[in-house]
């Protein structure tokens, strides 16, 4: 007789076999490093209160008391470094990467303490990471920063104004001919939005110049033309 201590996880294959389906894990929140002291204190005093005596958690890596010391003696120091003095807040940097590696042991504890079951992780007070993935979106249209004149006659600067993530540029130019037409087009790739001299240029000649970026869904559209006459 087959006994199944999980039957919520029973799976059948192709073949008619039972197997077992992998429990899917639940990740903690905890990168803290951007987060204020304020919003810090709060998630640590609510992680200590849910934790501690909780019995889904018996185990836990930090003891209880010694991790609301080392929460009230950052509450102290982040009272103490608001006044701005150098001293006070490198005392409280120092004390909070030490919580910082507490609120982590713990984390990763309740991770696998929890097996994969959201309704006991809940009850630890962290935030549980998302497992939603955010499909690439379309870039901003692509525009000059700025032209402007290079350090040798025939040498044109360029600036590409900066897009997150864009994996290059491609800038093109032309020399305006009669009634301002643009004739053939030159392009040159940029791998970032650093200034450019593009050189070998003719003085006094009139340009347009387009740019356009590549994303993970392909390139923008050209952007409007801004001209400038090479020095």
């Known amino acids: 007789m087959l006994f199944l201590t999980r039957p919520e996880f029973r799976q059948t294959n192709d073949s008619g076999e039972v197997c077992m389906a992998k429990t899917k894990t639940i990740k903690a929140v905890v990168g803290v490093q951007k987060i204020s002291d304020a919003e810090f204190l709060k998630q640590l005093n609510t992680v200590h209160d849910r934790v501690n005596g909780n019995t889904n958690f018996p185990n836990p890596p930090v003891d209880m008391p010694t991790f609301k010391t080392a929460i009230d003696t950052l509450t102290v120091l982040v009272t103490d ?126 340009y347009a110049f387009q740019v356009r970026a590549l994303g993970r869904l392909g390139y923008t559209d050209w952007s409007d033309s801004m001209t400038f006459i090479c020095g």
Request: glycine share 10%.
């Open 81 to 206: 470094a608001a006044d701005g003095g150098r001293k006070a807040i490198s005392a409280k940097q120092k004390h909070r990467e030490v919580v910082m590696k507490m609120y982590k042991q713990l984390g990763h504890y309740v991770e696998a303490a929890c097996d994969g079951d959201m309704a006991k992780f809940n009850t630890s007070g962290f935030v549980a990471a998302s497992t939603t993935r955010t499909a690439p979106q379309p870039l901003p249209p692509a525009t000059f920063e700025y032209i402007d004149r290079g350090p040798k006659a025939g040498d044109i600067v360029v600036k590409v104004k900066p897009i997150p993530k864009a994996m290059s540029y491609d800038v093109h130019f032309a020399v305006l001919g009669n009634g301002g037409t643009p004739g053939a087009w030159t392009s040159q790739t940029l791998t970032s939005p650093k200034k450019t001299t593009i050189s070998n240029l003719t003085p006094g000649a009139t």
